[in-house]
């Protein structure tokens, strides 16, 4: 066994994780920084970009970012081909880089619908395709998609956002169908519901300053009776991400405080 026996340990190897200057991305990046991983990230906006760079020095955390749009496949290539000169081919692929629109669906334009689709489905395929040469060089590799609570619910105004995460979801089970055999195993991760950017607005309190409608929803979803945060990810993806688990493969392992178990609180 590599590692001196521990499971867990990520020494030696590199890891990229997209969208990763801040929410799930950064949290997902630290705690595979923290069992030994070298880390690089992508994201698409310069000042986040900065904030990060200073975020992760702050952590003890030297990352390597990349200002890149994951949905540009030359960019992309050429990312993974400097991270491979520079840190050493990727073994560690974390496609967390997504966005949501929420509209409903018979107000959305077909534009907006592709651009979610885009990023959130055609993205993770791009960015695997980078990766996947090295993997299959060296016998070895692990992939993991953020996938979400929208892999398997529907809700009002987000059909592209659930048509993607759906997608990626079987894209996760097809990637670990066609290179499993190779030493690689591709595996999702499903967050429940996050206290990120991404989900402020669905937390922002109400005008006389009681709290959002949705926020209290929420809570009564979640048999754990809060909103997950960004480092209820951290086990997971180190779990996902490490020798621990070789013959997983193909999984979606939701973190939800026990949403998709549960039927709601009772009236
Ligand atoms: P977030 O707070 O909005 O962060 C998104 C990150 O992705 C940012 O770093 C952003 O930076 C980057 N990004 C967005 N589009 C990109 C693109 N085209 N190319 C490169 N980078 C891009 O989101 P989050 O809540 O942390 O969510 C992260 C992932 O988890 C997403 O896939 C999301 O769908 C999923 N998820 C979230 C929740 C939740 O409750 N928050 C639950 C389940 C799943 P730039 O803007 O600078 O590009
Ligand atoms: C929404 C939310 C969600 C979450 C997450 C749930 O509007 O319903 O943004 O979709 O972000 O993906 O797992």
């Not at 993997?135 to 059909?159: D, F, P």
Request: charged share 20%; hydrophobic share 45%.
């Amino acid at each position: 066994m590599e590692n001196n026996g521990n499971l867990f340990s990520l020494e030696g190897k590199v890891a990229l994780v997209t969208g990763a200057a801040y929410g799930i991305g950064m949290a997902m990046a630290e705690a595979l920084a923290r069992a030994g991983a070298r880390i690089a990230f992508n994201c698409r906006k310069q000042e986040h970009m900065d904030a990060a760079l200073a975020a992760y020095k702050e952590k003890g955390i030297q990352a390597k970012g990349y200002i890149c749009d994951v949905t540009d496949e030359p960019a992309v290539q050429a990312m993974v081909a400097d991270i491979a000169a520079t840190l050493g081919p990727v073994d560690i692929l974390v496609n967390n880089a997504g966005i949501i629109k929420r509209i409903p669906m018979h107000e959305m334009a077909a534009e907006e619908f592709r651009q979610v689709v885009d990023i959130d489905l055609t993205a993770p395929f791009i960015v695997a395709k980078a990766v996947l040469p090295g993997m299959i060089a060296k016998g070895r590799g692990k992939i993991i998609n953020v996938c979400s609570m929208m892999s398997e619910l529907g809700r009002e105004t987000v059909s592209a956002y659930a048509a993607a995460k759906g997608g990626l979801k079987m894209l996760t089970r097809n990637i670990a169908s066609e290179y499993g055999a190779l030493g690689i195993q591709c595996n999702g991760i499903g967050p429940g519901y996050i206290a990120t950017p991404q989900t402020a607005p669905l937390r922002e309190p109400q005008p006389d300053g009681s709290r959002h409608p949705f926020d209290f929803f929420i809570i009564a979803k979640t048999p754990a009776g809060r909103w997950g945060t960004p480092e209820d990810l951290a086990g997971p993806t180190v779990f996902l991400a490490s020798e621990a688990s070789d013959f997983v493969n193909g999984h979606i392992l939701y973190v939800d405080g026990g949403i998709l178990a549960y039927i709601g609180k009772q009236p």
